[in-house]
Each structure stands twice: as structure tokens, then as C-alpha cells.
């Protein structure tokens, strides 16, 4: 569990790298229970070193419960720490794009006007993100009747706060 999970994270932020998007921050929290805190260390192991992962104390408020979360979700914010998205199951399974499309929404949106935590060429990477997805759309309309194919939008589930 934890090295399919550590895996799929840590090519997802290699690919989201690759594309231009950078300076993302990658948390996982990892649950309070006896469990998970006796495993923690095989976690750590599991993930590269440019992703974090945080150990509840047992005295503190559950993360999760103050984030209105539960054990699977993700939560993805801003570069204004504003939660845009909130993924649960069977959103958040990374083998699905929900993930990666909100980080690239969140990423090359610009809800607020100009940005000082911008990248300087966030716009040219922004602009082929959306070039690329809107080609993939297109290939898939375009196939012959006799293919079966789906399009499913992404499934948002925004959480201004």
C-alpha cells in the first residue's frame, strides 16, 4: 500500500515537474492511529525526499477532523494557502487524473489578478498545459463511431475558505 500509493505521488510530481510546474509542496499526513504511528517510518522510507510527511502527535486534534477531511483525501490549496479542491474517494485514487488536473487548475488559475508567488513563465506553461488537454479532447472526439469511447469532466469539489 504504501509504496504503490509513495510511487504514483512521486510520479505525479515528476511529471508535474517536467511540464514547468514547480515549487509545489507535497504533504502527506499521516493518520494518528497506534497503527499508522508504529508504521510511520516505513511511510517516510516510501516517499522521495521532496515530499513531506507529517506525524500527528496523539495529543493534537486530529488533522483530518479539522480539516473536514477524511484518512484518503486530498486537499489542494493556492499559492495563497486558499483549499480550492477537497478529493475523496474514489476521487483522490491517483491512478484516476482528478488529482493531476485540480493541481494544474490550481496552478495556472489566477483568481486573484497579478501574483507575486508566481513563476515567471507560468502563463507559457499554463497555456501548453491547455493546449495539450484541449488536443487529447479533441483526438477523442474525433474517433471513428465504431469506437466506444468516454469523456468524463473533471469532477470539482471547491472549498473556498
Same mark, same amino acid.
Given at each position: 500500500?504504501?509504496?504503490?500509493?509513495?510511487?504514483?505521488?512521486?510520479?505525479?510530481?515528476? !511529471?508535474?515537474?517536467?511540464?514547468?510546474?514547480?515549487?509545489?509542496?507535497?504533504?502527506?499526513?499521516?493518520?494518528?492511529?497506534?497503527?499508522?504511528?508504529?508504521?510511520?517510518?516505513?511511510? !517516510?522510507?516510501s516517499?522521495?525526499?521532496?515530499?513531506?510527511?507529517?506525524?500527528?502527535?496523539?495529543?493534537?486534534?486530529?488533522?483530518?477532523?479539522?480539516?473536514?477531511?477524511?484518512?484518503?483525501?486530498f486537499?489542494?490549496?493556492?499559492?495563497?494557502?486558499?483549499?480550492?479542491?477537497?478529493?475523496?474517494?474514489?476521487?483522490?485514487?491517483?491512478?484516476?487524473?482528478?488529482?493531476?488536473?485540480?493541481?494544474k487548475?490550481?496552478?495556472?488559475?489566477? !483568481?486573484?489578478?497579478?501574483?507575486?508567488?508566481?513563476?515567471?513563465?507560468?502563463?507559457?506553461?499554463?497555456?501548453?498545459?491547455?493546449?495539450?488537454?484541449?488536443?487529447?479532447?479533441?483526438?477523442?472526439?474525433?474517433?471513428?463511431?465504431?469506437?466506444?469511447?468516454?469523456?468524463?469532466?473533471?469532477?470539482?469539489?471547491?472549498?473556498?475558505?
Amino acid at each position: 500500500c504504501f509504496f504503490t500509493f509513495s510511487t504514483r505521488l512521486e510520479d505525479l510530481r515528476v !511529471k508535474l515537474e517536467n511540464e514547468g510546474l514547480v515549487n509545489i509542496s507535497y504533504v502527506v499526513v499521516n493518520h494518528q492511529g497506534p497503527y499508522s504511528q508504529r508504521k510511520f517510518h516505513l511511510l !517516510k522510507e516510501s516517499v522521495s525526499e521532496y515530499i513531506t510527511v507529517y506525524q500527528q502527535d496523539e495529543q493534537q486534534a486530529d488533522v483530518w477532523t479539522t480539516l473536514n477531511g477524511n484518512k484518503d483525501d486530498f486537499l489542494i490549496y493556492d499559492r495563497c494557502g486558499r483549499l480550492v479542491y477537497h478529493l475523496g474517494l474514489p476521487y483522490s485514487f491517483l491512478s484516476f487524473q482528478y488529482v493531476e488536473e485540480s493541481i494544474k487548475i490550481a496552478y495556472c488559475e489566477n !483568481k486573484c489578478g497579478n501574483c507575486s508567488y508566481m513563476e515567471p513563465d507560468t502563463d507559457g506553461i499554463c497555456e501548453n498545459i491547455t493546449k495539450k488537454a484541449d488536443e487529447k479532447l479533441a483526438e477523442i472526439e474525433l474517433k471513428p463511431s465504431g469506437q466506444h469511447s468516454h469523456h468524463h469532466n473533471l469532477h470539482r469539489h471547491r472549498h473556498h475558505h
